[in-house]
């Protein structure tokens, strides 16, 4: 299909500006809702960088798809914008799957397309994470290596690092240097709101945003690398006795 110049130009001024922020208000991209061609283009410019458009409420995102997308935030930028300062990739492994956790709350497990509630307490969702590492524990040390082959998640590094977080201190003042469970949640919980797609509502309580709900439903699923992992993690059961792995000390 043949494009005139002025097209190009004021789709690839479209393309820019999500390139550049990451949203944009739908008002300020009337062209892209009102002309085909441009809107064309600029999916177009999006699916060369690994991106895709979403239309949520008054905004437009581009969300990246791959981690060969150059817009994917990298483990290094997680470390260094969004953990402390002394975190190892074992930090973020342990990100990775309590983000899994948290929007398996909302989804019943990854049954369902649909939301089933509408908010969780911080403390439910790091008991959902605490079931899921003692899970687990319940493998043995050759099990979790086999699993980490498969899935290409460091079962082993995931559980060492929830154990190394110190519960002890759950019950004393939260501070920024605290090295707990629920600090490291909230680090999480920070991390997802500035991603915008968790937010606060008060009395501890966090909701999904209708840019995570549109990303969860369209994309997050739907991925068959995303699958597996999901139904593995939500497959976990505690088993009888709580065998713990033999590579942790009581």
């Known amino acids: 299909m043949l494009y005139e110049q002025e097209q190009v130009i004021q789709a690839f001024k479209i393309y820019s500006t999500l390139a550049i922020n990451g949203k944009a208000f739908k008002e300020d991209l009337r062209l892209y809702l009102a002309d085909d061609s441009i809107r064309g283009l600029v999916d177009q410019f999006a699916k060369e960088v690994d991106c895709t458009l979403l239309l949520v409420g008054d905004l437009i995102y581009m969300i990246p798809l791959s981690i060969n997308s150059p817009y994917h935030i990298s483990n290094e930028t997680i470390k260094e914008k969004h953990l402390p300062s002394r975190a190892v990739n074992a930090d973020i492994y342990m990100m990775y799957v309590a983000i899994i956790i948290l929007f398996g709350e909302f989804y019943d497990s990854y049954q369902t397309t649909e939301a089933t509630r509408d908010f969780i307490k911080m403390e439910d969702w790091l008991n959902s ?22 899935y290409e998640y460091n079962w082993l590094a995931i559980v060492d690092k929830w154990d190394a977080l110190d519960d002890i201190k759950e019950n004393v003042q939260q501070t920024a240097r605290t090295i707990s469970r629920m600090s490291f949640m909230n680090i999480v919980k920070r991390f997802l709101e500035k991603q915008e797609l968790i937010e606060g509502i008060g009395n501890n309580e966090i909701q999904l945003t209708e840019k995570a709900k549109a990303i969860i439903q369209r994309y997050y699923m739907e991925l068959e690398y995303n699958r597996e992992i999901l139904e593995f993690i939500y497959s976990l059961e505690e088993k009888e006795g709580d065998v713990i792995a033999s590579h942790i000390q009581d």
């Open 129 to 150: 994470v605490n079931d899921k590492i003692l899970s687990l524990k319940g493998y043995d040390e050759k099990e979790l290596m086999e699993l980490e082959r498969k």
